[in-house]
């Protein structure tokens, strides 16, 4: 009897120890996750949440949905956070901007920055500075397209996703620099605005890399500088801003989660884990390879101390500008 109650005691402290070895997120499964995405479906917002929420599937939750609230750039998507339960049931996957760039440029918003809190990055891209067919094809460097644009003003029409976007922010900022001027040309999203760029209809275009990858390499345009700290592998023939004398628009957008507001540290840190933990799988990373992105999956630290930097780098960006979104 007590050999036997020796080998049952053993096994019941080896479970024990093994649960205790499981990562956090693990221990709280709960029963449905909710990842709002303040974007229609078929984007790469989208997209992204979509795949990391297949992976939490089993593992942090039983079920996992994206939840799609378009609306005011994205605002709607917040707001939507802002409203949900701070128990972990209920997080946001949104670009930088919404926190980065809103609260400067935005007289009033219906949130506060404080209304989310960091969980960790996602993915984050670098932003292109592309020509196409309405410039001539003897530019072929930033210098030559500097200088282009002052000799023909009026002709340097830039096209970008959305205005109060990075892309719109660093192509104005760049132009500002530079000492030339720009005619902005917002859409609603990449995809209307790339079509204008190969037809000739605007002259260039500040996007994400992605964007226009595939049509840089076919020779249909030709990105002439890229926003991040390194070149690109994706095009390590073309230059960097800050490698061109422009260091000021050294930027990396980057995508995050949030939870609500209020949301205890403990269930924080298990969200990070099982997100991290996702982001970690192969088919996460050829997922963004394409878009000439990158997985940054940071500890809920990291995203907080890379907010707070970038809702400066957003400030001084909307203020040297002088952009109202609202006005």
Avoid: C
């Avoid at 303040?38 to 979509?50: H, S, Y």
């Avoid at 390590?236 to 260091?247: D, H, Q, S, Y």
Wanted: positive net charge; without cysteine; charged residues 15%.
């Amino acid at each position: 009897m007590t050999t036997r109650r020796k080998v049952i005691q053993g096994i019941v402290a080896g479970g024990l120890m093994g649960l205790e070895s499981l990562p956090a997120f693990a221990q709280s499964r709960v029963e449905m996750l909710r990842i709002i995405v303040g974007f229609p479906p078929g984007g790469t917002t989208d997209a992204f949440a979509r795949r990391v929420a297949d992976k939490l599937r089993g593992t942090y939750a039983n079920t996992a949905i994206v939840d799609n609230k378009p609306g005011g750039g994205g605002q709607v998507g917040v707001v939507t956070l802002k409203g949900a339960p701070a128990d972990g049931t209920t997080i946001l996957y949104t670009p930088a901007s919404m926190f980065t760039i809103f609260p400067h440029s935005y007289s009033k918003l219906n949130y506060a920055p404080s209304d989310a809190t960091p969980l960790g990055l996602g993915h984050s891209t670098d932003h292109a500075f592309v020509v196409g067919p309405a410039v001539p094809d003897s530019v072929r460097n930033l210098k030559e397209f500097i200088d282009w644009a002052k000799a023909n003003p009026g002709k340097a029409s830039i096209a970008n996703p959305g205005s109060g976007s990075m892309p719109h922010l660093l192509a104005g900022r760049f132009a500002m620099l530079a000492g030339f001027s720009i005619t902005n040309v917002p859409f609603a999203g990449s995809g209307p605005a790339i079509p204008q760029v190969l037809g000739g209809q605007v002259a260039g275009m500040s996007s994400p890399l992605g964007d226009l990858l595939q049509h840089h390499k076919s020779g249909k345009v030709r990105i002439l500088a890229t926003s991040g700290p390194e070149r690109s592998p994706h095009v390590p023939e073309v230059p960097t801003f800050r490698e061109l004398g422009f260091g000021e628009l050294l930027i990396r957008e980057w995508f995050g989660f949030f939870a609500p507001a209020g949301t205890p540290d403990a269930v924080r840190e298990s969200l990070n884990a099982a997100l991290r933990s996702a982001m970690a799988q192969q088919d996460i990373r050829d997922f963004v390879t394409p878009l000439g992105a990158h997985i940054e999956a940071s500890t809920v630290a990291e995203h907080t101390r890379r907010l707070a930097a970038d809702s400066e780098m957003g400030r001084r960006l909307v203020t040297a500008l002088n952009f109202k979104a609202d006005t």
